[in-house]
């Protein structure tokens, strides 16, 4: 059925002629009720697990759709056996790296990636979904905020490489600890350790050379003592790597803001090199991508700089953003920070966490919306919504100044500009 209808879909509202309607639900929707709708549509058949019209021959019932739809993802990726499947984790930047990845590889691979950040129990299979019997390379991005989440994915996705990009302080809701987090992301590394896998590692940070230890294939990169080496050279604006170690690809001028992306770079070079692509086309490729989804973006309008970095934030990511902001060249810098979701009970004492970091630098001005900012102490101007925050910013008349916006993802930030 898939191979005639290779083409998934669990929303009627985007369905295509002949998708295959597999009826998802939750706590708020159940996609069973809409397989008749969906039929209507277009869709070659519907998949469902509540009882319905056992008659029409285009309504399959499977015990369970989500389990049905992990099944079948794969099944599919066991007809891959012969290519790369890199899997991506991380508490910060696993997108942005998945993203420079994708450029480095495309250039000389056919590559299939995860898209925008379609990174759970439902994006994952969709995405493996998607693979095309051309498929020379595969990445896929893994988001967790409980424990065995990784390990789950990895039983259908079946990767052969990994990179956990860092372990920082990320849905400490659902983790309940820093410890908890590195355990969790470590699951990746305990799939490409009982399977002989390779593991792409950031040397630099000595937890994850302990996580790693025991994984038949290590490349390793970092700012020293490393396969592949490179530091920051000029992050004033867009952020320029010089590659020290490892590769020949010189000076690199990215597109990105914010030393914290060095990293990310590093990865994307020592992934590229790993698997032969040219070194002038690793270079191209990191200096043609343009981020975009409010992740580290850089903005200018009139005389003014804007740093929008708003599609997630938590306590590690924040830090490293102000810090980075304060390095920047600039006279009248505002922070537009928004709250930080999905921490728990650890939740006040990391928004005043950031409060410190905060008050270490001169700051124009500082903006602070939603969130639990409003249950700490600090002089600051704060808003509940961002919406609010938007109207102040209307209403000022701004001139060569610089501008950090950055929140979770509920806070919405980017409607600041809007």
Request: glycine share 8%.
């Amino acid at each position: 059925m898939f191979l005639a209808h290779p083409s998934i879909e669990t929303d009627t509202r985007k369905l295509k002629q002949g998708d295959l309607f597999f009826a998802l639900k939750g706590p708020n929707f159940n996609g069973n009720q809409f397989a008749q709708k969906a039929l209507d549509a277009g869709a070659a058949y519907a998949i469902v697990d509540e009882y319905s019209d056992a008659a029409n021959e285009k309504i399959i019932v499977v015990d369970d759709v989500l389990t049905c739809l992990q099944e079948l993802s794969k099944h599919h990726r066991l007809q891959f056996s012969g290519i790369p499947f890199i899997a991506i984790t991380g508490s910060n930047g696993k997108t942005t790296t998945k993203e420079l990845l994708h450029e480095v590889l495309s250039s000389s691979y056919i590559t299939y990636t995860t898209q925008g950040n379609l990174n759970n129990h439902i994006g994952i299979p969709l995405t493996i979904l998607k693979i095309r019997s051309d498929a020379q390379m595969a990445i896929i991005e893994m988001g967790a905020n409980h424990l065995k989440e990784i390990e789950g994915y990895c039983q259908y996705a079946l990767p052969t490489h990994g990179i956990i990009t860092n372990c920082g302080k990320a849905h400490l809701e659902g983790f309940g600890s820093e410890a908890a987090i590195r355990k969790a992301k470590g699951e990746l590394y305990d799939h490409l350790r009982a399977n002989g896998g390779t593991a792409f590692v950031m040397w630099d940070y000595d937890y994850l050379r302990e996580m790693s230890e025991g994984i038949a294939a290590i490349t390793t990169y970092g700012t020293h003592d490393a396969d592949v080496t490179g530091v920051v050279e000029n992050s004033s604006g867009f952020l320029e790597v010089a590659i020290t170690g490892g590769a020949n690809s010189g000076s690199i001028k990215t597109k990105l803001v914010g030393e914290y992306n060095l990293p990310n770079v590093l990865a994307a070079v020592a992934v590229g090199k790993y698997f032969k692509v040219t070194e002038e086309k690793i270079r191209s490729s990191l200096e043609n991508y343009t981020p975009s989804n409010s992740r580290s973006q850089l903005i200018k309008k009139e005389t003014n700089s804007i740093i929008l970095d708003a599609y997630n934030a938590n306590p590690t990511s924040m830090k490293a953003a102000i810090e980075n902001f304060a390095k920047m060249e600039g006279d009248h810098k505002i922070l537009l920070l928004g709250g930080m979701m999905e921490l728990g009970a650890s939740s006040i004492a990391e928004h005043q966490s950031i409060i410190s970091v905060i008050n270490d630098h001169p700051w124009e001005a500082v903006v602070l919306v939603g969130g639990d900012y409003h249950k700490t102490k600090h002089p600051y101007i704060n808003f509940e919504s961002a919406l609010q925050a938007q109207d102040w910013f209307r209403k000022q008349n701004f001139e060569n100044t610089q501008f950090l916006i950055k929140g979770s993802r509920s806070m919405a930030m980017e409607k600041i500009l809007e």
